[in-house]
């Protein structure tokens, strides 16, 4: 069955960094999209970056450009998340997501950025 296991995050001071990591099995993980999400207390879940099977094709929302790098390895079956200059509207907790004939979700990690 299809997994997406993550770590990382954290608590973090604005303007520092964390690198977040997801473990996929249970498909052809070379061949599948990988996207982060993220989700504020009170608001919609969002779309934070996204890259293609390949990593030929990355996304990012506008509010995370020039400082969020997505990446992945095919061999490993990991995808990351490395997040730099981080404000505390970055504060969330964040999702690795695979749409593999159906939407599967990581179990999700707490971000906080704060002084």
């Known amino acids: 069955q299809v997994q997406l296991v993550q770590s990382g995050g954290g608590l973090v001071q604005p303007g520092g960094s964390l690198r977040l990591s997801c473990a996929a099995s249970g498909f052809t993980f070379s061949t599948y999209t990988m996207s982060w999400y993220r989700q504020a207390p009170g608001k919609e879940r969002e779309l934070v970056a996204a890259?293609?099977?390949?990593?030929?094709?990355?996304t990012y929302a506008d509010s995370v450009k020039g400082r969020f790098t997505i990446s992945r390895d095919n061999a490993k079956k990991m995808v990351y998340l490395q997040m730099n200059s981080l404000k505390p509207d970055d504060t969330a907790v964040y999702y690795c997501n695979a749409i593999v004939r159906q939407n599967y979700w990581g179990q999700g990690t707490q971000v906080t950025v704060s002084s």
């Open positions: 890259i293609s099977s390949t990593g030929g094709t990355i």
